[in-house]
C-alpha cells in the first residue's frame, strides 16, 4: 500500500439526488432560518467537502491506521498528520455548517450537514471522532450551561481551539450507566472535587487542541442510587483562568489507552479524575442530579453520528469494491464458462458479483435516506416552531423514532456490507494494500458504542414506540400508508408496493404483540423480540423510502432524452428499490411470524445448559 | 494482556456426545480398518489434545497475531514458539492420528480426526495452517505419486520433517484457475522447468522444516487452455539429493509476503519459480494435464478443514463470551429495571445475552455435527467398500454433497457468530485484552480461501445436486424424510418437527426451480440463486442434526437421576434444537418464496447504473 494516497470515494450524485430530489432541500432552505442557503449552495459545499477529504483526510487514513496512537508520559500522541488535519478542518468550516451565524456557523440545515459528516467520517473514521466529540460537547454545553459557563467553552470548542469529550463509562458501568460512581464533592467555592476511573473515552487525551472540556457523569455525595442520582460536570484538562486561557493542569490523568481492532487513529483513553484529590469541576448548569437528560442531548447526536459512520463507511466500501469490480479481470462470462479459451471479463460482469454489489447499492442508499429523512425532520420542525406547531411535533415525533433505526441498523449493517464488499476482492480484499478490510474492522464498533444495538432496540420498543400515546408510529406507519395508496397501481413498482404492504402489515403485527406483551405476564419476551422488531421496522422505512425514490427517479427519466448521463442514475434507483423490494422486504413477514411464535427457549435454558466448566 | 497466556476453550462433552453418542463412534471403530479404537480411546485423545493444545498452541496464539511473520532475505521467520509448537506436535502425533500404521499412523476414524482438528485450530489458527497443508499434500501425494516419489517425500512430509504447499493461485488466476499461466518445459532428464509467480501461498516459505515440498499447477508448454491443460509438479524448495537429504536450493524464491487483516501468524507469499531459469520440478505420478483431479485430492480435504477453521472460531468465541457473561456483572435484573438499587446480576441473565448466546450455541453446535457427520461418512465408506459397495456408494455420495455445505455454511456463519460474541463483551470485545476480535478477524478469510462461498454453491447446484442422476440429493432428503416420520409425535419436538418437514418441502420447490433453470431460457438465474440455496439447504441439515441430538439428549437425559451433571449438559440440547427450529428453519421458507420470485434485478441493471465516476 502506497502510504498517504486517497482511497476514499463518494457519489456526489446520489448525495444531492436524495437531499434535493427526494427530500426537498429547496422546500426547506431560502426561509427562515436557512435564508442563506439553496440547492446550488449546497452542491458546492457538498463538492468542497469532496475535495478536502480526497486531499486531507484521506491520505492519512490507513496511515493513522497502522500508526495508531501512543501515550507518553500521561500525553497521547495522534498518528501522523491529524494535527494539520485539525487546524484544517476548522480553517474550512465544515464542522460549523449548520451552527447559526451568531454564533459563528452558516446556518444551514443538518440535512446538508450530514452529508459532509458522512465524508469526514468515510474518508477518515478514527479521525473525524475528534471533531465529533468536540462538536457534541459544544452542543450540550450550548443548550445546558449557564450564559458564563458558554461564554467561557462553547466558542473556543466550536471553532476548534479546544476539544471536547463525553465520560460516561465506567469499568463496572457500561450500558447501565446507572451505576456510575465517580463522585462530586462540593467545595466552599461553588465548584467540586470529582473522583473516580473512566474507561473508554474516546479523544480523551490528545494532541490536537492546547485544551480539552471532558463532560464527567458523576453523583454529588449524597445524590440518590441510578441515573436519576448523576449530576454533569465540565471538567477542563487545563483549568481555565479568569482571562478564559487555559492555566494550570487539572488533577486529570490518562493512565492507559486500549489497543483495538479498529479506529486506531482514535484514542481511546482510560482518564482518572482526581487521584491527588484536586480535579476541580463545575457544574453543568445550575442544578444537580440533572446529568443524564443533559448527557442526552449530547446522546441523540451521537447515536445520529454513529448512524452516519455506518453509512459512510457501507457506502466507501461499496465504491472501492465496485472500482475494483469494474477494473479486475477475472475468468470468463458465466455465459461462456465451458469455452477455456472465452475471454477474461470484468469482475462486475459476474452474476454472484453483480448480486452483492447491487445488496450494498440499495442498503447504502436506503441507509442514508433514513439518516437525510430524520435530519430533514430536525430540520422542519426547527423551522415550523411557534408558526406550526403541531406540524413542528410531529416532525420531532419522527426524530425520535428514526434516531435508534439510524444508530441501531445502520450499526448492523455497516459490519455486514464491509465484509460483503471484501468478498467482492476475494483474497485481496483480506491483505492491506485495499482499504476494505480497514472498513470492516473500523465499522465493527458501530453497534456498541453510544448505546449497543439492544439498547436501541429498547429505546425504540419501550420507550419510542408508545410515546405521545403512539403517535409517532402512527404517523410513520400512516405516511407510509400514503404512499402505498399513491403507488400501488405502479406500473414499474406496483407488485413492490403490495409487497411493502404486506411488511407494513406484518410489522404492524409485531407491534401489536409486544403491546400484549407489556401488559401480561410476558414481559421477558419484549427484550428477547427487541432486536428483530429494530431490524424489521428499519428494512420497512429503507424499503420505502427506496420505493420513493424509485418513483421519484422514474419521473425523472421520463422527462430525460435518450443518452442523457442521468438517465444511467436514475435507472440505478430503480433497481435499488425493486432489489430490496424483492429480496429483504418480504423477510419482515417471515421475521413477524417468527415473532409470533413467542419463542422462550432463550428464558427457559438454565445457566448450567449453557455448559462451560 | 498478558503475552503467552492460553485463552482457548472448548466443551470436550459436547464433542464426545457428537462423536459417540449421535454419530455411532462405537459402531465405526473396533471393526477393520479401526480396530484399535472404541470410545475410550477417543475420548483419551479428545482430553490429551485439549491439554496440548491448552499448554502449547493457545499461549502463543495473541502473540503471534501481533508479532506477524517477517521476511528476511528471502526467507520468513515465524513467531515465536511455532517452531517448538511445530515439533511437540509431531512428537505427539496429532496429526497423523487417522493415517493407518503401516505409514507410520493410528489408523483412527476421520471422524475423530476431525474433532482433534478442530482443538489444533481454534486455539491457533494460524499455526495450524502449516501442518495442515503439510498434511494435505502429503496425502495427495499418497494418492497420486509415483512409488519413487512416494518413498522420497510423503513420510517425511507426515512425520514433520518437511512441510508443504499447494500452489494454485496466480495474480491473473484466482477463482479462475483454469487461467493459470506457470509453465513446464520438459528437460531432457524427464524433469520439468517451471516458471512463473504464485501468490497468496499460505505456508509458501517458513523457518519450521529444512525443507518445503511445493505441490505447484502449471501448464505444459503445448497444452490446452483451461484446466485441462494443467498438471501438477514436485517443486521443493531444496532439491533432494539421491539420499534423500536435501542439498542445493532450488530456483523458487519468496519475493514478498502479505500484510493482512488476520491469521498474521501464517505466512502469506509470493512465489517466484524459474527466475533464473533453474526451478526442477518432477511431475505427480506419470501422466501430463491430470492436475487439476489430482489437485482437487486436496482440495477437498482442505475445503473440510475450513469448514473446520469456521467450527473452531465459532466455537472458541461462544466459549469465551459465556465465560466473560458468566463472570461479568452488569445491570439489575430485567425484572427489576425500574429499581435503582437491585443488584447488578451477571451478563448470563439479560434476555438478549441469552439469545445471542443460544445462537452461537445451537449453530456452533449444528455446524460441529454437520462436519462430523460428513467425516463418519467418509468412514464409513471406507470401511464398507468391497464388503457392501452400495452402502459404501451412499456414504461417498453424501460426503459428496455435504462439502460445499460445510465449506460454505461454517465460513460464513464463522465470521456472523464471532462477531456476535464480540457483541456479548461489549465494549470490551472491541480491544486485544479479550481473544474475541482476533477470531474475527481471523475469520474472515474462511469464506474466501480455498473456493470462495459462491465456488461452494456453484459446486452445490451445479454438480452435486444432479451427480449421480440426483441420487446423493434424494438420499439425503429421505434420511431427513425417515427423521420426520419416526418424530413427528414427538411430545417435546414434535413441532419443531413439523417445521423441518416444511423446510424440507420450501428446498425441494428450490431445488426443482433450479431444475427448471437449467433447462431453459433462464440458466443465470442459477448463479444469482446459488449461494441463497447453499444456505438454505445446509440450514435444513443443521436443523435436522439439531434435532437429531435433541431427540437422543432427551432418550438420554430421562435415564438419568435427579442431579445427575448430564442432566443440564442434555437439557442445553434440547434447546439447541428448539432455538434453531424456531429462528432459523422458518427463514428457510421465506428464502424459499423469494428464490421463486426470479428477481433478476442484479443482471438487469447496466453497468452504468451501478455508477461510480
Same mark, same amino acid.
Given at each position: 500500500?502506497?502510504?498517504?494516497?486517497?482511497?476514499?470515494?463518494?457519489?456526489?450524485?446520489?448525495?444531492?439526488?436524495?437531499?434535493?430530489?427526494?427530500?426537498?432541500?429547496?422546500?426547506?432552505?431560502?426561509?427562515?432560518?436557512?435564508?442563506?442557503?439553496?440547492?446550488?449552495?449546497?452542491?458546492?459545499?457538498?463538492?468542497?467537502?469532496?475535495?478536502?477529504?480526497?486531499?486531507?483526510?484521506?491520505?492519512?487514513?490507513?496511515?493513522?491506521?497502522?500508526?495508531?496512537?501512543?501515550?507518553?508520559?500521561?500525553?497521547?500522541?495522534?498518528?501522523?498528520?491529524?494535527?494539520?488535519?485539525?487546524?484544517?478542518?476548522?480553517?474550512?468550516?465544515?464542522?460549523?455548517?449548520?451552527?447559526?451565524?451568531?454564533?459563528?456557523?452558516?446556518?444551514?440545515?443538518?440535512?446538508?450537514?450530514?452529508?459532509?459528516?458522512?465524508?469526514?467520517?468515510?474518508?477518515?473514521?478514527?479521525?473525524?471522532?475528534?471533531?465529533?466529540?468536540?462538536?457534541?460537547?459544544?452542543?450540550?454545553?450550548?443548550?445546558?450551561?449557564?450564559?458564563?459557563?458558554?461564554?467561557?467553552?462553547?466558542?473556543?470548542?466550536?471553532?476548534?481551539?479546544?476539544?471536547?469529550?463525553?465520560?460516561?463509562?465506567?469499568?463496572?458501568?457500561?450500558?447501565?450507566?446507572?451505576?456510575?460512581?465517580?463522585?462530586?464533592?462540593?467545595?466552599?467555592?461553588?465548584?467540586?472535587?470529582?473522583?473516580?476511573?473512566?474507561?473508554?473515552?474516546?479523544?480523551?487525551?490528545?494532541?490536537?487542541?492546547?485544551?480539552?472540556?471532558?463532560?464527567?457523569?458523576?453523583?454529588?455525595?449524597?445524590?440518590?442510587?441510578?441515573?436519576?442520582?448523576?449530576?454533569?460536570?465540565?471538567?477542563?484538562?487545563?483549568?481555565?483562568?479568569?482571562?478564559?486561557?487555559?492555566?494550570?493542569?487539572?488533577?486529570?490523568?490518562?493512565?492507559?489507552?486500549?489497543?483495538?481492532?479498529?479506529?486506531?487513529?482514535?484514542?481511546?483513553?482510560?482518564?482518572?479524575?482526581?487521584?491527588?484529590?484536586?480535579?476541580?469541576?463545575?457544574?453543568?448548569?445550575?442544578?444537580?442530579?440533572?446529568?443524564?437528560?443533559?448527557?442526552?442531548?449530547?446522546?441523540?447526536?451521537?447515536?445520529?453520528?454513529?448512524?452516519?459512520?455506518?453509512?459512510?463507511?457501507?457506502?466507501?466500501?461499496?465504491?472501492?469494491?465496485?472500482?475494483?469490480?469494474?477494473?479486475?479481470?477475472?475468468?470468463?462470462?458465466?455465459?461462456?464458462?465451458?469455452?477455456?479459451?472465452?475471454?477474461?471479463?470484468?469482475?462486475?460482469?459476474?452474476?454472484?458479483?453483480?448480486?452483492?454489489?447491487?445488496?450494498?447499492?440499495?442498503?447504502?442508499?436506503?441507509?442514508?435516506?433514513?439518516?437525510?429523512?430524520?435530519?430533514?425532520?430536525?430540520?422542519?420542525?426547527?423551522?415550523?416552531?411557534?408558526?406550526?406547531?403541531?406540524?413542528?411535533?410531529?416532525?420531532?415525533?419522527?426524530?425520535?423514532?428514526?434516531?435508534?433505526?439510524?444508530? #441501531?441498523? $445502520?450499526?448492523?449493517? !455497516?459490519?455486514? @456490507?464491509?465484509?460483503?464488499? &471484501?468478498?467482492?476482492? *476475494? /483474497? +485481496?480484499?483480506?491483505?492491506?494494500?485495499?482499504?476494505?478490510?480497514?472498513?470492516?474492522?473500523?465499522?465493527?464498533?458501530?453497534?456498541?458504542?453510544? #448505546?449497543? $444495538?439492544?439498547?436501541? !432496540?429498547?429505546? @425504540?420498543?419501550?420507550?419510542? &414506540?408508545?410515546?405521545? *400515546? /403512539? +403517535?409517532?408510529?402512527?404517523?410513520?406507519?400512516?405516511?407510509?400508508?400514503?404512499?402505498?395508496?399513491?403507488?400501488?397501481?405502479?406500473?414499474?413498482? #406496483?407488485?413492490?408496493?403490495?409487497?411493502?404492504?404486506?411488511?407494513?402489515?406484518?410489522? &404492524?403485527?409485531?407491534?401489536?404483540?409486544?403491546?400484549?406483551?407489556?401488559?401480561?405476564?410476558?414481559?421477558?419476551?419484549?427484550?428477547?423480540?427487541?432486536?428483530?422488531?429494530?431490524?424489521?421496522?428499519?428494512?420497512?422505512?429503507?424499503?420505502?423510502?427506496?420505493?420513493?425514490?424509485?418513483?421519484?427517479?422514474?419521473?425523472?427519466?421520463?422527462?430525460?432524452?435518450?443518452?442523457?448521463?442521468?438517465?444511467?442514475?436514475?435507472?440505478?434507483?430503480?433497481?435499488?428499490?425493486?432489489?430490496?423490494?424483492?429480496?429483504?422486504?418480504?423477510?419482515?413477514?417471515?421475521?413477524?411470524?417468527?415473532?409470533?411464535?413467542?419463542?422462550?427457549?432463550?428464558?427457559?435454558?438454565?445457566?448450567?445448559?449453557?455448559?462451560?466448566?
Amino acid at each position: 500500500m502506497a502510504a498517504g494516497v486517497n482511497r476514499y470515494k463518494t457519489d456526489l450524485r446520489e448525495m444531492t439526488f436524495t437531499l434535493v430530489e427526494q427530500f426537498g432541500f429547496n422546500e426547506i432552505a431560502g426561509k427562515a432560518p436557512f435564508e442563506a442557503w439553496g440547492a446550488d449552495e449546497a452542491k458546492a459545499v457538498l463538492e468542497s467537502t469532496y475535495r478536502f477529504v480526497r486531499e486531507v483526510l484521506g491520505p492519512i487514513n490507513a496511515t493513522a491506521d497502522r500508526e495508531g496512537c501512543r501515550l507518553e508520559n500521561g500525553q497521547v500522541k495522534t498518528p501522523k498528520g491529524f494535527k494539520e488535519a485539525w487546524k484544517a478542518l476548522y480553517e474550512a468550516g465544515y464542522k460549523t455548517l449548520s451552527l447559526s451565524p451568531e454564533r459563528g456557523g452558516q446556518g444551514a440545515p443538518k440535512m446538508l450537514q450530514v452529508l459532509v459528516e458522512e465524508m469526514l467520517s468515510g474518508s477518515n473514521t478514527a479521525f473525524n471522532m475528534y471533531p465529533g466529540l468536540a462538536s457534541g460537547a459544544a452542543e450540550l454545553l450550548d443548550h445546558c450551561a449557564t450564559p458564563e459557563q458558554k461564554k467561557t467553552y462553547v466558542e473556543r470548542m466550536l471553532n476548534g481551539t479546544w476539544a471536547g469529550t463525553m465520560c460516561l463509562t465506567e469499568a463496572q458501568a457500561g450500558s447501565d450507566v446507572g451505576a456510575v460512581k465517580t463522585s462530586a464533592r462540593k467545595a466552599a467555592d461553588g465548584t467540586y472535587r470529582i473522583q473516580g476511573t473512566k474507561v473508554f473515552i474516546s479523544a480523551g487525551e490528545h494532541d490536537l487542541t492546547e485544551n480539552i472540556v471532558h463532560l464527567v457523569l458523576a453523583r454529588v455525595d449524597g445524590a440518590p442510587a441510578g441515573t436519576r442520582g448523576l449530576s454533569l460536570f465540565i471538567v477542563p484538562k487545563l483549568r481555565v483562568g479568569a482571562d478564559g486561557k487555559p492555566g494550570a493542569p487539572n488533577d486529570v490523568a490518562c493512565s492507559s489507552i486500549e489497543h483495538k481492532m479498529g479506529i486506531n487513529g482514535s484514542a481511546t483513553c482510560v482518564l482518572n479524575f482526581g487521584d491527588n484529590d484536586d480535579c476541580r469541576g463545575e457544574l453543568v448548569g445550575t442544578v444537580e442530579n440533572a446529568g443524564i437528560s443533559q448527557m442526552f442531548k449530547m446522546m441523540n447526536g451521537a447515536r445520529i453520528a454513529v448512524g452516519l459512520q455506518g453509512v459512510a463507511l457501507a457506502s466507501a466500501a461499496y465504491q472501492c469494491a465496485l472500482e475494483y469490480a469494474k477494473d479486475r479481470k477475472q475468468g470468463a462470462s458465466f455465459k461462456q464458462w465451458k469455452d477455456a479459451s472465452a475471454p477474461r471479463v470484468p469482475l462486475l460482469e459476474h452474476p454472484d458479483i453483480r448480486r452483492m454489489l447491487l445488496d450494498a447499492k440499495a442498503h447504502t442508499e436506503g441507509m442514508r435516506m433514513l439518516v437525510v429523512k430524520l435530519a430533514s425532520h430536525g430540520d422542519k420542525a426547527r423551522q415550523l416552531a411557534g408558526s406550526d406547531d403541531e406540524k413542528a411535533a410531529y416532525h420531532r415525533g419522527q426524530v425520535e423514532l428514526l434516531t435508534p433505526l439510524v444508530k #441501531g441498523y $445502520t450499526s448492523e449493517e !455497516a459490519p455486514r @456490507l464491509t465484509a460483503l464488499m &471484501l468478498q467482492v476482492f *476475494g /483474497g +485481496a480484499g483480506y491483505v492491506k494494500d485495499h482499504p476494505v478490510e480497514q472498513y470492516c474492522r473500523d465499522a465493527k464498533i458501530f453497534s456498541i458504542y453510544e #448505546g449497543t $444495538t439492544h439498547i436501541q !432496540a429498547m429505546d @425504540l420498543v419501550g420507550r419510542k &414506540l408508545g410515546q405521545g *400515546g /403512539g +403517535a409517532h408510529l402512527q404517523q410513520f406507519m400512516s405516511d407510509i400508508g400514503g404512499f402505498v395508496d399513491a403507488h400501488r397501481g405502479d406500473a414499474t413498482f #406496483g407488485k413492490a408496493v403490495e409487497t411493502l404492504a404486506g411488511a407494513q402489515e406484518a410489522l &404492524l403485527q409485531s407491534a401489536m404483540a409486544f403491546m400484549g406483551w407489556s401488559q401480561g405476564e410476558k414481559v421477558h419476551l419484549i427484550p428477547l423480540a427487541a432486536n428483530r422488531f429494530l431490524t424489521m421496522m428499519s428494512q420497512l422505512a429503507v424499503g420505502w423510502l427506496l420505493l420513493d425514490a424509485g418513483v421519484r427517479a422514474e419521473g425523472a427519466r421520463a422527462k430525460l432524452p435518450e443518452g442523457h448521463p442521468d438517465r444511467a442514475f436514475y435507472e440505478g434507483k430503480r433497481y435499488s428499490a425493486l432489489w430490496y423490494a424483492r429480496n429483504v422486504l418480504p423477510q419482515i413477514e417471515a421475521q413477524s411470524k417468527m415473532t409470533a411464535l413467542e419463542d422462550e427457549s432463550p428464558m427457559e435454558i438454565s445457566e448450567a445448559a449453557f455448559v462451560a466448566g
